[in-house]
């Protein structure tokens, strides 16, 4: 099992920039793929993006391509989300995820944490 604890959250003018943290308890860290989702106001949670347990896969929601760039420090237990060029519609409460298989990280992964709040302003 492992636990999820997102950190950097925050208000940000559009086009600024914000890192998404993501401390993972545990010593299996490095056997689990990660994720990460967002969920704004009214709307369904949706997957943003996910990270094989040794970084040799990546993946991405069209809309955060080339804006966003999700990484690991396997030593560190923790996942990272760079967020660039913010726009206000990537204003959502920003979740990770885990899961020992990389063909569900994008759809069900078994552990979530709580969430981090992103504003992006106009």
């Known amino acids: 099992q492992v636990q999820l604890v997102e950190s950097g959250g925050g208000l940000v003018q559009a086009g600024g920039s914000l890192r998404l943290s993501c401390a993972a308890s545990g010593r299996t860290f490095s056997s689990y793929a990660m994720g990460w989702f967002r969920q704004a106001p009214g709307k369904e949670r949706e997957f943003v993006a996910a990270?094989?347990?040794?970084?040799?896969?990546?993946y991405y929601a069209d809309s955060v391509k080339g804006r966003f760039t999700i990484s690991r420090d396997n030593a560190k237990n923790t996942v990272y989300l760079q967020m660039n060029s913010l726009k206000p519609e990537d204003t959502a409460v920003y979740y990770c995820a885990a899961d020992t298989q990389i063909r569900v990280i994008r759809t069900t992964p078994d552990y979530w944490g709580q969430g981090t709040q992103v504003t992006v302003s106009s």
């Open positions: 990270i094989s347990w040794n970084s040799g896969n990546t």
